[in-house]
């Protein structure tokens, strides 16, 4: 699913509101769609939570097939928004899509249910696809998303921000400044108290590494072009004998990035399956040293709150991160060290920096993160923040 709105909704029932989520039945962001089924929606209950399903047409890729998703999804809310306001009578309507046509329907049913109408940001559609894709802003499909975010930002009464630097664009588009907030990523901790055992080809595997004597230094995510995974092989290639390298997930780019390790003999390097989310504390309990990179993209000018960023702050390790954004919060925290994008031999120093520190040095910059995540970025903290905001502006 997708967890964010899962885990603000989940809490907000513990404190007695009650949430329904409304989505699209297929995703290519899920691990696993929901239940097939032959009705033009389908409801359910998830820990307290009332979704609904509506079907919708399954696709590859972004091309025309996702299109037809997209307004598959936002025509049959659109239609039923009457019956939603009547029957669920939300004071609360959420716009909660990557893309922002689905503000749309929400804000009709809002209108209809006398709510308040908020836009929540994931990422700056239509400048992503127009400077991660080069697609002209000209483009029918750009200047469709054009309409609708401009839309979104003179219609809402809050516009939540996951990024922290989004305020002066958001303006420039025609959003009044005291309707912006943020609202980060974060961490659920009821994961992390009901962790799981690896499974036991990957316990083993990482047995095998560690007992090669050598510090351990850790990705563990979506292998793809924006992870900048070939610079850390890169790095791997320069800290031979020096270091282990371990990379965990799939991903488009690990086939490719498995024949690299092949025909470079890239013998400190071991690449592994993703494990379940539940287990990824015990995965982390097990390195040294997490990383976590990224391309120079202007789009970073935004700001960055990668969910891995927050598992490894949680726990409390030392975190190599190659990046240039509006924010870091690894500087920030003072958890770890930060290098320019895209340069392998920064890497491989940091690495070593760190590996030179002394245990209790280690475990105090580890430490600063996880005190920070707990702190600041539980998803319980953050579920109150975002009704907070929503009250003020009521």
Not at 225 to 241: M, P, R
Not at 261 to 271: F, G, K, S, W, Y
Not at 334 to 361: F, K
Not at 377 to 383: D, F, P, Q, V
């Amino acid at each position: 699913m997708e967890f964010r709105p899962y885990y603000l909704a989940r809490e907000w029932v513990k404190v007695g509101h009650s949430v329904r989520i409304v989505a699209g039945s297929y995703s290519h962001i899920r691990a696993k769609q929901p239940a097939d089924f032959a009705a033009p929606k389908l409801q359910q209950q998830i820990d307290g939570i009332d979704y609904v399903w509506y079907r919708t047409p399954s696709y590859q890729g972004n091309g025309l097939g996702r299109v037809r998703s997209i307004v598959s999804f936002i025509a049959q809310l659109w239609r039923d928004a009457r019956s939603i306001a009547a029957s669920f009578q939300p004071d609360v309507v959420i716009a909660s899509s990557t893309y922002p046509m689905d503000i749309w329907p929400a804000h009709r049913i809002a209108t209809l249910a006398g709510a308040k109408l908020v836009y929540e940001v994931h990422d700056l559609w239509p400048l992503s696809p127009i400077e991660l894709g080069g697609m002209s802003p000209w483009h029918p499909f750009i200047m469709w998303v054009q309409w609708a975010e401009d839309y979104a930002y003179r219609q809402s009464d809050l516009v939540v921000s996951m990024l922290p630097k989004t305020l002066e664009y958001m303006v420039s588009r025609g959003l009044e400044s005291k309707k912006w907030t943020y609202v980060p990523n974060g961490v659920d901790f009821q994961e992390w108290s009901a962790r799981a055992a690896l499974p036991q080809d990957i316990e083993a595997a990482l047995k095998a590494v560690k007992a090669r004597g050598l510090p351990l230094l850790c990705y563990a995510g979506t292998h793809g072009l924006a992870n900048a995974l070939d610079v850390l092989l890169d790095a791997a290639a320069l800290l031979k004998g020096q270091f282990e390298v371990v990379l965990v997930g799939t991903g488009p780019e690990r086939d490719r990035l498995l024949q690299r390790v092949h025909d470079e003999q890239l013998a400190n390097v071991t690449m592994l399956p993703s494990v379940p989310k539940a287990s990824v504390p015990e995965l982390l309990d097990a390195i040294d040293i997490a990383y976590i990179g990224w391309h120079p993209n202007p789009l970073y000018r935004f700001g960055i709150s990668p969910n891995k960023l927050m598992d490894y702050m949680m726990a409390g390790k030392p975190i190599l991160h190659s990046v240039a954004a509006g924010n870091d919060p690894v500087k920030e925290v003072g958890c770890g060290i930060t290098v320019p994008p895209n340069q392998p031999a920064a890497v491989a120093s940091a690495a070593l920096s760190l590996a030179a520190m002394s245990s209790q040095e280690k475990q105090a910059i580890g430490q600063r993160g996880e005190a920070f995540i707990r702190s600041q970025r539980s998803y319980e903290i953050l579920a109150a923040q975002f009704l907070k905001n929503i009250a003020l502006h009521a």
